[in-house]
């Protein structure tokens, strides 16, 4: 069975721009989180999404929002981007019935 | 306080020594715990998976629960350079429709 896929792998952007990022989950997993980590931080819950609808919110802002279709596939967007939106964006999936998640390989965002 | 806390190391050992990594954590609604193994510039890959309070044991690996205590360890027996990694730990109140909270992450070294 295929693993969560992320794309892009890597990103640039500058201040102000704004980014869209995906997240394919493992078949048959019907909820999809997004986390943020930084060095400073570590892992950050953004939001959690089980058949298209929000589930779980994390305490990020607005600028920030996903979105998932009917296939389980996920996109998050961030608008206006700040430096301190320089992360690694991880999506993870499970099937919404049980705790555990699998992780995607992230999206490695730096914003100049 | 943090909800969940983790000694961020790093941590050092030689090859073939009994590694303990540690989390505690303030959240008494927590039963389901799990650990994470993340190498650098990948995702966090699932270890180990544990309900409730106990022993969990996969091969080198063995997951300790102390719900009393709020205190879950990750033991490795006989380390190997390729267990050098960021371990994580997380929790969850709930099987399948609650957010995971991690820890920070320790930083592990096995040198050969």
């Known amino acids: 069975k295929a693993g969560v896929t992320q794309t892009p792998r890597y990103l640039i952007k500058t201040r102000g721009q704004q980014v869209t990022l995906s997240c394919s989950p493992i078949s048959g997993h019907r909820s999809v989180s997004w986390y943020q980590q930084t060095p400073g931080q570590g892992l950050q819950f953004l939001f959690e999404?089980?058949?298209?609808?929000?589930?779980n919110k994390g305490n990020f802002p607005g600028r920030f929002s996903g979105r998932q279709f009917s296939n389980s596939r996920s996109e998050m967007n961030v608008s206006t981007l700040e430096l301190g939106d320089s992360a690694l964006y991880l999506c993870?999936?499970?099937?919404?019935?049980?705790?555990?998640?699998?992780f995607g390989p992230g999206t490695r965002l730096l914003v100049l | 306080q943090k909800e969940v806390e983790q000694d961020p190391g790093p941590l050092s050992v030689p090859e073939g020594a009994i590694v303990s990594l540690n989390c505690t954590y303030s959240n008494s609604a927590f039963q389901y715990f799990m650990w994470y193994r993340q190498y650098s510039r990948k995702g966090p890959e699932l270890l180990m998976y544990?309900?409730?309070?106990g022993n969990k044991e996969d091969g080198r690996f063995t997951a300790q629960v102390d719900k009393s205590s709020k205190y879950i360890s990750l033991f490795i027996r006989d380390s190997q350079p390729s267990d050098s990694a960021t371990y994580l730990c997380a929790m969850s109140a709930y099987s399948g429709n609650t957010p995971l909270v991690f820890g920070k992450g320790t930083r592990l070294s096995v040198i050969a």
């Open positions: 993870a999936s499970r099937t919404g019935t049980e705790g555990s998640q699998y």
């Open positions: 999404y089980f058949s298209e609808t929000q589930r």
């Open positions: 544990t309900y409730s309070s």
